[in-house]
């Protein structure tokens, strides 16, 4: 069995027709939150700060369309106040898994040139060390930024990044288009 044939092998899961269409593509986009990784960043922070029914409260109001997505994911982090050790520590004992099947789907799609970007609604702190394990640089992720101040305290978020808005991930995917030429 061929190296190729053994990574698609691999790949059992993912549709062979919607494999061929990835494997033909300059440039490949995914989600992150139940898609790179099989749970939901802000999801598994609120549990390891303890308060994960307040923010799910919170997140079902939202989905509801009774505020906006910046105002959901601002008032979601001033509950569960995340702090620089608290990413951390999450990180180090916590960490989010992958889901089965994409790293050796980055690997393919890399192998072969193909561009690899994670946009997500979540946040860089806790992608980047997970987009490291599948070759993607940081300058790849297009996702919510955490401010901290000088003791590491929260102190906000980077209102500026798109994903922090609704549509946010379709203006990214519009602006990478238009910056990459793609």
């Given at each position: 069995?061929?190296?190729?044939?053994?990574?698609?092998?691999?790949l059992k899961s993912i549709p062979e027709k919607v494999l061929r269409i990835l494997l033909n593509c300059d440039c490949v986009?995914?989600?992150?939150?139940s898609t790179m990784l099989t749970c939901e960043g802000i999801d598994e922070m609120a549990r390891f700060a303890r308060k994960y029914d307040e923010v799910k409260a919170l997140t079902?109001?939202?989905?509801?369309?009774?505020?906006?997505?910046?105002?959901?994911?601002?008032?979601r982090l001033n509950i569960i106040q995340p702090t620089v050790k608290m990413v951390s520590e999450m990180i180090q004992t916590k960490p989010p898994?992958?889901?089965a099947g994409f790293k050796p789907l980055v690997d393919l799609l890399t192998k072969r040139g193909t561009q690899v970007y994670l946009v997500s609604g979540g946040?860089?702190?806790?992608?980047?060390?997970?987009?490291?394990?599948?070759?993607?640089?940081?300058?790849?992720?297009?996702?919510?930024?955490?401010?901290?101040?000088e003791q590491g305290n929260y102190s906000g978020?980077?209102?500026s990044r798109l994903t922090s808005e609704n549509g946010?991930?379709?203006?990214?995917?519009?602006?990478?288009?238009?910056?990459?030429?793609?």
């Open positions: 069995m061929a190296p190729h044939d053994k990574v698609v092998q691999n986009c995914f989600d992150v939150d079902v109001k939202a989905m509801n369309g009774n505020m906006s997505f910046r105002q959901c994911l601002a008032e898994q992958l889901t946040f860089d702190q806790l992608i980047e060390p997970e987009a490291a394990k599948c070759g993607i640089p940081s300058n790849h992720i297009i996702a919510n930024h955490i401010l901290f101040d978020f980077d209102e946010g991930k379709a203006r990214a995917l519009q602006l990478l288009k238009t910056e990459a030429r793609l």
